[in-house]
């Protein structure tokens, strides 16, 4: 729309210049040496200066249009550019935040199989000690390697 504004503005100012230029007399309207036919008295000239106007008119307009148009697209990408920067700020910490809880759960886990090694057995303590299905299996589960922690970046 810019250009078709701004072509529209010279189209104007070019015929502008060429009646200007070529019109000795007050009724006879010639542009770029040939007479346009119909117009006879001054009225009819003014009337094609009027045209000429609204032409010029339109083109400024949407010469604006457009300019406004590219200026809000440009502030819409670099407020999603910001946006997502700042999503993939709050996923990093939040990965950083997961991997930091998931390195302290497998050492509490390996620690805590570590000692249910080295104690001894004893009745009381075969008593509170989970049933050896249910400790092994969720020992596993957070034991379990991630190939999504695990991976070096």
Do not use: Y
């Amino acid at each position: 729309m810019t250009f078709l504004g701004v072509l529209l503005i010279a189209v104007a100012a070019a015929v502008g210049v060429g009646v200007v230029l070529d019109n000795p007399g007050d009724t006879a309207l010639t542009v770029f040496g040939t007479a346009v036919p119909g117009v006879h008295s001054q009225w009819h000239v003014f009337f094609a200066g009027a045209l000429f106007a609204v032409v010029l008119i339109i083109g400024m307009v949407l010469t604006c249009m457009g300019t406004a148009r590219t200026i809000r697209t440009r502030r819409e990408v670099r407020a999603l550019r910001e946006e997502r920067e700042e999503s993939l700020t709050t996923l990093e910490m939040e990965k950083r935040r997961l991997e930091r809880e998931l390195a302290r759960i497998r050492s509490g886990a390996a620690a805590s199989a570590a000692r249910q090694d080295s104690a001894p057995a004893s009745p009381a303590a075969s008593a509170q000690a989970p049933a050896p299905g249910l400790g092994s299996a969720a020992r596993s589960q957070v034991t379990a390697a991630s190939p999504f922690f695990d991976r070096a970046e």
